[in-house]
Nanobody
Framework: DVQLVESGGGSVEVGGSLRLTCTASGTMDSRYCMGWFRQPPGAERAGVATFGRGGSRHYVDSVKGRFTISQGSAKNSIYLRLDDLKPEDTAVYYC??????????????????WGQGTQVTVS
């Protein structure tokens, strides 16, 4: 089983920055990939940035050039740097993990393990 814990959310002004952290524990071998999703108020959960097979990085178009996903040296932590934040980035941000999808579709149904979420509010 895999447990995920996110931290680093908060309230920032437009144009500000945040860094989110997700730390995993439990059984997660090299077949697993981790990523970040978000769920705005009244909307469905959707992918933001994910790692794919071989360490490839994938971003949804709306965050390209503003968000950066990275991984700790121990491979059990991932980070999401959020720069140039906009009001539409307001959401609960979730960390996810599962065996790497064959095709990166940014779909929540491709991941089994989830953290509890951390709120990001931009105003």
């Amino acid at each position: 089983d895999v447990q995920l814990v996110e931290s680093g959310g908060g309230s920032v002004e437009v144009g500000g920055s945040l860094r989110l952290t997700c730390t995993a524990s439990g059984t997660m071998d090299s077949r697993y990939c981790m990523g970040w999703f978000r769920q705005p108020p009244g909307a469905e959960r959707a992918g933001v940035a994910t790692f794919g097979r071989g360490g490839s990085r994938h971003y949804v178009d709306s965050v390209k050039g503003r968000f950066t996903i990275s991984q700790g040296s121990a491979k059990n932590s991932i980070y999401l740097r959020l720069d140039d934040l906009k009001p539409e980035d307001t959401a609960v941000y979730y960390c996810a993990a599962d065996v790497c999808p064959v095709i990166q579709r940014f779909m929540s149904t491709d991941y089994v393990y989830w953290g509890q979420g951390t709120q990001v509010t931009v105003s």
